[in-house]
């Protein structure tokens, strides 16, 4: 079951990629899939606000990073030349991005194994020049989990700026790892039948999304936190009901917002989402998720420009969502 699940990562994925829409229209739900900002986005997975106020989303099919103005949605190359997916894998390359201060940090994933240049976390030094600050996929390679796997370097999903690095989500490996600055890594959460995906993290505690275990039912998506003082000591549920959960973000308003990638197509292990069936959720406190918008073609990001949400999918498109979390404070001028 467990390698099943990891297949997921290098076929399943492949096949979210290249599964026709036509053949499966009748999933679509209706909904509201929010307002199109932008689109043509290459390998589209992660994303980021940065200190600007624009939307950074990584290209991973083509190795670079996207700035997007969340006003007009107008696209420019932010940094290019980072090490790109292979195309019979389907996913990685540049994963996510994230800022510490005005600097970019790019997670770059699956190209290792392949011979593509190393897995791990590159800092961005300029418009075309990188430094690679921690080579996650050798560290993996030699610190294996104590579960079965396939990928010797594992499959690193996201990243969120914590004291004096990152934490990364790694959803092969099925473990949270800690990445510094100086190039130290470390496992700070080793799940087992678990996929972690999505992360957040605030005041000493971490926020991850699980994408479920096989055969992925509903009520093993689920968003779980832990403490970084002890992480051995799972944290409450505080949400779970809805399958396929990617990513996990506070809104301006102070409370968690989720994304489910939709729907799975047949009820085997590591089936892909339908198209077009992806939700936008709020975290309630009640240990249930609200459903606030359906009919999301794959999403795989989520992030908020002041009470705006902006969804990546994996198609490449960016949707917005306005008024979504509404708080009173003053925006700047990017906010609309």
Known sequence: MLKVLKNWWIGTVTALLLTGTAALAAADPGGSPGRLLAEGLLGASGASVGPDGAMYAVEG??????????????????????????????IGG????????????????????????????????????????????????????????????????????????????????????????????????????????????????????????VPNPPESGKVVTFGLLNPSVDGPTLASGVPMIVDVEFGPDGRLYALSQGDIAVDIPGAPALPNTGRLLKVLRNGQFKVLATGLDRPTSLNFVCDDALVVTLPGEVRRFENLAKHKHRCGSHCK
């Open 94 to 213: 540049a994963m996510d991005v994230e800022f510490i201060g005005k600097t970019a940090y790019v997670l770059v994933s699956l190209v290792g194994e392949f011979g593509g240049g190393p897995d791990g976390v590159y800092r961005v030094d300029g418009k075309n020049t990188f430094t690679l600050i921690a080579d996650v996929g050798t560290w993996s390679a030699t610190n294996p989990p104590p579960l079965p796997f396939d990928l010797f370097h594992g499959v690193q999903f996201a990243m969120e700026p914590v004291g004096d690095g990152f934490l990364v989500s790694d959803g092969h490996h099925n473990r949270v790892i800690h990445v510094s600055l100086d190039g130290t890594i470390s496992t700070v959460k080793q799940y087992g039948n678990t996929v972690p995906t999505g992360l957040a993290g605030t005041f000493g505690t971490a926020y991850v999304a699980e994408f479920g275990a």
């Open 61 to 90: 099919a083509v190795g670079k990073v996207t700035r997007i103005d969340p006003r007009n949605g107008h696209k420019e190359t932010f940094a290019e030349g980072l090490p790109p997916a292979f195309d019979f894998v389907g």
